[in-house]
């Protein structure tokens, strides 16, 4: 864009559509850029490429077109019944999806991307536009940047990250388009050769065999294939070398192939000196048709236990509730909230002395089942004593093996116990190595060994080099995967069956009972599987790239300057304390750096310290996260550092953007204190931010970022660079600006369809226009004083729920004004407007809390009014170690992600209605209290109240009576009180008229 036109995402954004395709594109797998390497919070592609889009594309100016042109890019959403199993029953649920459009994932190659591709550069006068990603990780912004043919710029300090994104963009651009032929080794297979001949085309089984023959007898030539068919064929050749050193640890007993092995840790009891074995749980399998446990029993001099296996464990129970119940105790491993109990003895071991005896070095394991490929599916036995044996052979192999490998064992230390995230160290885990059992160690050193033979050996075949070194990333992506799935972490997922990787939560948490994938096998956490879906990855993407699209990976802060003038700016930064990436992607850095020493100089220079780079306080940079534990414990420093951080950030890419740049930052904190702090850093970079839209991103999981400080939606903030000459403004004729503007925008967004705290985050942005145009905002009336970022949001939110209260309340402005509510009511009304008595997401009423003046903590303690339900405790640290299967025996009250109102008859308060401390009570509790003295049948008392509150002629006090009858369901106990309350003051005497509004100015 040349000159600085409106855009698109200025006045419209296809959110609804962008949403349904971002959650909907966290359950595909094939080929999606998250199957390629684990990266901590990489953002849905298709919130990424529609924010792009709508950014590039200018403002088409009306309704009509902006309505065509959204739907163009999402598509339309409809409804459709599917049938779901909830309960044991079959229930019908509505859900919504988008036809059309190409946001959804398998749409990336759909002729609209092409048509689009030209709408950009035409609007970029016939030339590709340059996007830079600051905060890059796992590159999703510059993939669909790329995609849409724009030069990209990925950048992050991480090496680990810089290097996914070789691998995710660099290497398939280069690359896309070439082949080359299969190489021999690869016609050699027969087995190898099923899989080509399967994989690239529908043979009857006639042609497959009549192919395999010509293979055989030399005929067949070699076929010229891409990228993807390389690295499988590279990867066939990594496998078959580390298969023959390793096969003799993963025996195959009675013909069934390993799948797992079942481990639990142990600890010599302080009472009775027996080995314990620490269980979280005993269900080997729990499904609905397939229920299999460890059984257990003290041995007979009673110094250990003897395990067994039990299938077919009958369901007991009259209902859901008594199954889980039954279930639970009948599976109940050693562990729970106070410790580990001693099966012999009875005695605890406390979690203060697991800590002890880890630290000790005292904690060791014992093989307690094995799982195994059967005919009908996978079974459980217990491990015969070879099995026993070889996984302490293995023990002997590591010291040799490694002392082959560059750099040796990983022996590079962990973080400390205070960092983020990390529970391992509080145990006795201090070094990368001990996160893995001596077999799972020879395993990964073998295959990093392997890898690197291939890379020699394609340096043999004169293999050209920059397919060498894109061959043997992805195989080092592969040798990652399986560490992911090969640490003494991961644990046994009893419902699917499967490994469950070490990276399920961004945390590295304590696992007691763990399992050991067998790599070399062909079930869960094979190097098989894990190659695959890297192969997949790369034969998707190198299909969606456009010969014009151009893409550079840079590794260095963001707070650094950077080469060139970009005309968009993207980011998604870290926030706050949300995830330790340096610490945890550590993990993988020691892995990386044992098989890709010696790739190339760049590589070697990027790996060349022993782990990723943390804070650097000579230098004064490093990752941007505020963990006090870099500042020996100081959290203001630490958040100082943070955000001081973040506006230097801020800045440098303020200083690379074109005069008629826009930068689009996402924002995914759910505390908007710190997301006011990082908007205000923002403006004082020189940003003016003129739109937001709230984009549905994340599904219900609990990872450490979703059950701790993110938002399920995350903000995709829009801003321009502010002119130089901007003068600094006056907070009222500011606030004005904002009051003349702000009503024109609520009624489209409403009438758009966008409610709830979408509403109010989709407001924000706009309104913040008024404000961020100067580079300061004074106080007319407090000389030297400036109004700050917060006090002009505190402004807009209470205009936006006051648009909304009004439309809840029916008032006859249509919620123009203020409404006159006190705060908490104003609150109860916008919550049970949206989540009813349900549980609903408490990043959503955190930031209605605010946007009413309050606190969550307000609301839950204070007022009573709202009970904290569901999700885990941010702080309950046993909970962590012990895990959800006891978390589960955590009800009612839980402290966590959810939250929902306090329904009428909970709040029994005997202060409840009546004013306190100077300040009056909340319209709402004085309903509640009138409700109370209603059920207890005392007309006088309720009189009495009535009166000495003027609630009669109270008009405001009618209409949320009446709010309160429509939102309670029809039938129940609430709406008949409410009913025959609200007769009650009609009949006693005239209501008041309804308030006036005064409309605004
Ligand atoms: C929220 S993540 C980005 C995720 C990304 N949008 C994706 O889809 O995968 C933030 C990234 O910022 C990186 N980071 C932290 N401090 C940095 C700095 N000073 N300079 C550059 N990158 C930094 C982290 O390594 C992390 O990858």
Redesign the pocket.
Known sequence: MTEDRARLIEHAFPLKQASLDSVHEKNVRHGHISTLHI?????PLAA?RAALIATLLPDPGTREARKKLIEKIGGTVVKKIEKKKVGGKTVEVEREETIGGLLHWGRESVPAVDEFREEIRKAYGGRAPKVL?????????PLEAMRLGCEATA????PV?WFILKCTLEYPQKLAGQRRPLPQFALESPEFMETFFKGTGKLTKSQLERNLQAVQSRLFPAPDVDLAWHVRAWGWWVLQKAKADLEKFYPTIDGKPTVAYLWARTVTCKNCRATIPLLKTRWLCKKDKKRVLLTMSPNLDKSGMVFGVESDVPVVGGNPAQRREHDRRVGGGTMSRAGAACPCCGAIMTMEDLRLEGKAGRLASVLTSVVVDGTGGKEYRLPTSEEVRLAVDANREADSLFSRVPFGLPDEPLPSKEALGFRVPLYGFDRWAKLFTPRQLVALGLFVRATRSATDQMKALGVPKDWIEALTAYLALATDRIADRGSSICHWDVGYEKIANTFSGFRLPMSWDFAESNPIGESTGSYDGQLEWIARYVAQTILGISHLSRVDVVR????QPVDGSFDLVV?????YD??P??DL?DFFYVWLRRTLAGLSEEIDLSFRESLGPKWDRERD?????DDASRFEGDRARSRENYEA?MFR?FRASNQVLKPEGRLVI?F?HKDPQAWETLAAGMIRAGFLVDGSWPIQTEMGNRTRALSSAALSSSVWLICKKRPEAARPGWDNLVLEEMRANIYARLREFWDAGIHGPDFVWAATGPALEAYSKHPVVRKANEPGKVMEVSEFLRAVRRIVVDFVVGRVLSLNDGGQTETGLDDVTTYYLLHRNDFGLEDAPSGACILYAVSCNLSDKDLADRHEILVRTGGRAEDAEEDEDVGPEDAELETEEGTGSKVKLRPWHQRKRKSLGHDSEGSPAPVIDQVHRLMHLWKGGDLVRVDEYVDSRALRRDALFHQLLQALIELAPAGTEERSLLESISNHLASRGPVAEKVQMDLPA
């Open positions: 990266w901590p919070a990489r953002r990424c990603d600051p905060f890059a990780g796992g590159g999703a912004i950048i992050d300090i991480n990250a260095q802060s963001a707070i980011t998604d930064p870290p926030y949300a995830i990436y340096s992607m940079d490093g990752e941007l996260i951080g950030a996402v995914a």
